[in-house]
């Protein structure tokens, strides 16, 4: 009986806040891990867990089956993918590349290897340093079916959430709208936290109350329900549903704006909210009142 064939060393290129605990959950991988990192002293701690250094991607490329890429910007993925591939000389190489990048920069690396044997994947992270040190990543993949089920296990080591987004391309496209949100939420957070500050509320009080209800209700994310922006028709079950979200979110913009205006807060994204909230959720336009809150029924919270 022969024995069971061992997996494809995996490599690793770029050790920095986020790459380097996530190599080190692979210092484990049956096959073996390869790491480089422009800086030697990055890559002692992967060397004192067991894995090899290398002294050039090229180096890299020769003994890896997939090897994942956290750089900082597009410039140095092309770099990193131009070396890697003639490297492996024809083999099966997947690169897959984990940092954020242009929207349009996988899918030309991807064409621009192919053929070759070397395949490029974009399949960015979000969960940020704590997810890389506790192993809950979320890796949004873009690339072909075959080459996201050979990485499914390697990264599974630093993620336990891993989705096939698409073609090349779309891990991207996915991390820059899972972006846009996170950041927009930021600018909004800071918009409450001046009008809580103004209204003599605890700040840090108030960030702990955030925290706990959104580790509850899924934050925004609790929103994201339907597999199109397009309008709501009138019998889809969860029209009601959002209306009455659209209700409660109406009246409780409409009374921030209101103690806004008394405290001498400007709130524009509270405005902005305002004005475009029921289209968000595909629902017609409301026609707000000149002033104070919209007449609604309350659903219990």
């Known amino acids: 009986m022969s024995e069971a064939r061992l997996p494809d060393a995996v490599?690793?290129?770029?050790?920095?806040?986020?790459?380097?605990?996530?190599?080190?959950?692979?210092a484990g991988w049956p096959g073996g891990l390869i790491v480089h990192d422009a800086r030697p002293e990055?890559?002692?701690?992967?060397?004192?867990?067991?894995?090899?250094?290398a002294g050039s991607v090229a180096e890299v490329a020769a003994a890896a089956g997939i090897?994942?890429?956290?750089?900082r910007d597009d410039g140095q993925v092309r770099d990193v993918v131009r070396a890697a591939a003639p490297a492996a000389g024809g083999r099966p190489l997947i690169i897959a590349v984990h940092a954020t990048i242009g929207p349009d920069t996988a899918a030309g690396l991807a064409a621009e290897v192919a053929g070759t044997g070397?395949?490029?994947v974009d399949a960015p992270v979000s969960g940020g340093f704590m997810g890389a040190q506790s192993g809950r990543l979320a890796v949004m993949v873009g690339g072909s079916r075959t080459a996201y089920e050979r990485c499914r296990e390697p990264f599974g080591c630093w993620a336990d959430l891993i989705m096939h987004m698409g073609?090349?391309?779309?891990?991207?496209?996915?991390?820059?709208?899972?972006?846009?949100?996170h950041f927009a939420a930021f600018t909004a957070a800071a918009e409450a936290q001046r009008l809580a500050e103004a209204a003599g509320i605890d700040l840090r009080k108030l960030a702990r109350i955030v925290r706990h209800s959104d580790a509850v209700t899924g934050?925004?994310?609790?929103?994201?329900?339907?597999?199109?922006?397009a309008p709501l028709d009138a019998a889809d079950p969860l029209r009601e549903i959002l209306e009455n979200v659209r209700a409660l979110a109406e009246k409780d913009l409409s009374l921030a704006l209101e103690l806004g205006a008394q405290l001498g807060v400007d709130l524009p994204m509270a405005r902005?909210?305002?004005g475009s909230f029921g289209a968000g959720l595909g629902l017609p336009e409301t026609q707000l009142p000149e002033t104070g809150p919209p007449e609604v029924r309350e659903p219990a919270r």
């Open 11 to 26: 490599g690793f290129i770029g050790l920095g806040q986020i790459g380097a605990p996530m190599a080190a959950r692979l």
């Open 42 to 53: 990055a890559m002692a701690p992967m060397a004192s867990a067991g894995a090899k250094t």
């Open 67 to 71: 090897i994942s890429v956290m750089v």
């Open 118 to 120: 070397t395949e490029v």
């Open 167 to 181: 073609p090349a391309g779309a891990g991207t496209r996915a991390k820059l709208a899972r972006n846009l949100l």
């Open 219 to 229: 934050g925004p994310g609790m929103i994201m329900l339907r597999p199109t922006t």
């Open 272 to 274: 902005l909210a305002l």
